[in-house]
């Protein structure tokens, strides 16, 4: 770690900014062993090609649920390890997800980032059963992590876990010296509240790249944490979310809205053809459609028909993205 736990705060401000990935886990055909090789692969495809500022890894997006614990922290490591080589921007970040239903797991996963030289670790709500208030388990759920480890701690806040925390519980929570920021994937309303709140103390950010630009533009946000689109709507040739990020982060708002708006074509592609049952299979096959390692999904996740596959494959060669060494891909396909 780069900074003490009295200065996570202030570290985090000055680090934890611009557009950050989820990463997906490639898994081996057949065996279903991780693939190392494809997820460096992949790793140094995002950070020397798509200039990513950072790698949030092993949590859902990740496929955690399905992981051994030593599997994860495998993961982990590669990440850290390709963080430091860097890219064209220089050191990657990483926020390394500690999130698990059993806190003791919890605690080693933090404490394990911590030695390895992670920068943050996320941590996700628990999943409290037969509760009809949930704020007082919350607050001391997060208190106890963040005595056990030094290291800048993000909440993260969805709605599969049966219940939201409110803005008022994670300003509370903000006030703990090594909580640094928030995944808040909620309403609007409810994190734009959470940014006048607690935005001094805490960075908010939530995982919809469709509210992004918005987001910079209307409530002053420096981060973006984070989902697959910063590389699923981009290639070495393309880089629009990147583009419209930096134009929104120089004031220049009506030509980022211009670069934002010509992704939807994109956004349509893939939200249109993705089964709802199988998010995760198609966006491993979307990635190999960009010439990323993709690879199955386990169990108990399902894998997409030859149908879905081909009706993806069809909207992927029109959407208008820009494959390296050709025009668009619409124009290859004419």
């Known amino acids: 770690m780069n900074y003490s736990k009295a200065d996570a705060k202030a570290y985090a401000r000055e680090h934890m900014r611009g557009i950050w990935a989820a990463a997906a886990t490639p898994f081996e055909a057949g065996s279903l062993a991780i693939d190392e090789a494809g997820l460096r692969r992949n790793i140094r495809h995002w950070l020397d090609d798509l200039t990513i500022d950072g790698l949030f890894v092993a949590g859902k997006q990740g496929e955690f649920f399905s992981m051994s ?3 994860r922290k495998r993961t982990m490591e590669i990440a850290v390890e390709e963080a430091r080589r860097g890219g064209p921007r220089g050191k990657a970040q990483t926020i390394l997800s500690a999130s698990d239903q059993n806190i003791d797991t919890v605690v080693e996963l933090a404490q394990y980032a911590e030695a390895i030289g992670g920068d943050y670790i996320v941590v996700h709500a628990p999943v409290l059963h037969f509760h009809d208030a949930h704020d007082a388990c919350c607050y001391e759920y997060y208190r106890y992590i963040a005595s056990k480890v030094n290291i800048g701690i993000a909440m993260w806040s969805h709605p599969d876990n049966g219940f939201l925390m409110s803005p008022e519980l994670c300003a509370r929570i903000a006030d703990i010296p090594n909580i640094v920021a928030i995944k808040y994937s909620v309403p609007r309303e409810m ?22 630009l918005d987001n910079i533009l209307e409530l002053g946000w420096q981060l973006y944490l984070c989902s697959s689109p910063p590389y699923t709507l981009q290639t070495k040739a393309d880089l629009r979310m990147r583009e419209y990020t930096d134009l929104a982060f120089a004031g220049k708002a009506s030509e980022a809205r211009a670069v934002w708006e010509s992704l939807q074509p994109v956004r349509h592609a893939i939200s249109s053809t993705k089964p709802k049952e199988k998010p995760y299979a198609h966006q491993k096959y979307w990635q190999e459609l960009l010439g990323q390692v993709g690879g199955p999904v386990r169990r108990p996740l399902l894998e997409l028909t030859d149908a879905e596959k081909s009706a993806t494959k069809a909207a992927f060669e029109t959407c208008g993205l820009k494959l390296p060494g050709t025009a668009t891909r619409a124009a290859a396909a004419e």
């Open 191 to 212: 994190y734009a509240e959470l940014t006048r709140l607690a935005g001094d103390k805490i960075i908010v950010s939530t995982a919809s790249e469709k509210e992004w």
């Open 69 to 71: 614990l030593p599997e």
